[in-house]
């Protein structure tokens, strides 16, 4: 059931002393950036989830439209940046009240931990927006441990990361999710005494844009080019130029490293390569797998073909430092 604001005391994160803690100079630049860079800025109409009393977005056009869905009415109705205000609890009905193909772009600042089915919400959430929209997500390990979920407090910070991911890529209306975050740095215990709040300053930003329909595929048949490929250098990715990097293969109960030969590979790690960019549309349109390919070369063997990544951050864990 939605309610208006006022008619309960309101369920879900309280944002006012975590935004506190968490928006400090680092944290904020990072979240502007992302929010100028991703979302649109005029004539547009966004919807931010579980939204504080604090406006986090920075400030645009007075022609952008927010609508704010959350359950605690005394915090929505402090926040001046949002246009319109819809009370539910999304837990108890994770559904969103909105036509679908409506909105330009979607944000989600610090509340992700506290949804009990977020798979759900983020599927809800790609129905409501238009094609090519984004979804925004901002979280941190610095939660409300009384109202995070309880499986949210027994993982670790890349398990946090994983769920995350997944939820984006379960609805399978997502396209390619690009997640990065604010590095930790070691400080003294007196340092951290002297100044606490900044060791709070770790947050992560995750987000993809919703798929434009079925047939993004259409036309992906012909034979993508190698212009590089002439140059005759094995360690030069033929299709973007990029020198690959040294790759350790890990050792598992998979036997990765059985099934390629080699302790090392050299892998092309370009986001902007054609063959990375093409393979997200490539596997969607044939498989319907939200995922991409790199291009590698194999010293090993001598020869180079496709190596399989969910992420654009998947395998950068193995890259090895040449001198």
Not at 269 to 282: A, I, L, M, T, V
Request: charged fraction near 25%; hydrophobic fraction near 35%.
């Amino acid at each position: 059931m939605r309610e208006s604001i006022g008619e309960n005391e309101g369920r879900g994160l309280e944002k006012g002393p975590l935004l506190e803690k968490l928006l400090h100079p680092a944290a904020t630049a990072m979240i502007h950036v992302a929010c100028e860079e991703l979302l649109p800025d005029e004539n547009a109409h966004l919807l931010e989830l579980l939204p504080g009393p604090v406006n986090v977005m920075p400030g645009g056009d007075a022609s952008l439209v927010v609508t704010g869905l959350g359950g605690r009415p005394d915090e929505l109705s402090r926040n001046d940046g949002l246009s319109h205000r819809v009370l539910a609890d999304l837990n108890a009905e994770p559904s969103l009240p909105f036509r679908s193909d409506f909105f330009d772009g979607a944000v989600f600042f610090f509340g992700v931990e506290t949804l009990h089915t977020p798979d759900a919400v983020f599927e809800e959430v790609a129905r409501v927006l238009k094609p090519g929209a984004v979804f925004l997500v901002v979280y941190s390990p610095v939660t409300d441990e009384a109202r995070s979920h309880s499986r949210w407090k027994l993982m670790e910070d890349q398990d946090r990361l994983s769920t995350v991911v997944s939820s984006f890529e379960k609805g399978k209306s997502f396209g390619p999710v690009t997640a990065y975050g604010t590095k930790k740095r070691y400080r003294s215990e007196a340092s951290r005494k002297h100044r606490p709040v900044r060791e709070q300053a770790h947050v992560w930003i995750a987000y993809a844009k919703n798929r434009t329909g079925v047939g993004r595929g259409e036309g992906l048949s012909g034979k993508l080019e190698r212009p590089y490929e002439e140059e005759g250098d094995p360690l030069q990715c033929p299709y973007c130029g990029d020198r690959l990097k040294k790759y350790e293969v890990p050792h598992s109960a998979y036997e990765i490293d059985y099934w390629y030969e080699a302790d090392y590979l050299y892998i092309c790690f370009n986001d902007e390569c054609p063959y990375f960019e093409r393979g997200w549309e490539w596997m969607w349109s044939k498989m319907r797998r939200n995922v991409s390919y790199r291009h590698m070369y194999n010293p090993t063997t001598h020869k180079s073909g496709p190596i399989p990544v969910p992420t654009n951050y998947a395998l950068r864990d193995g890259i090895v430092e040449e001198s």
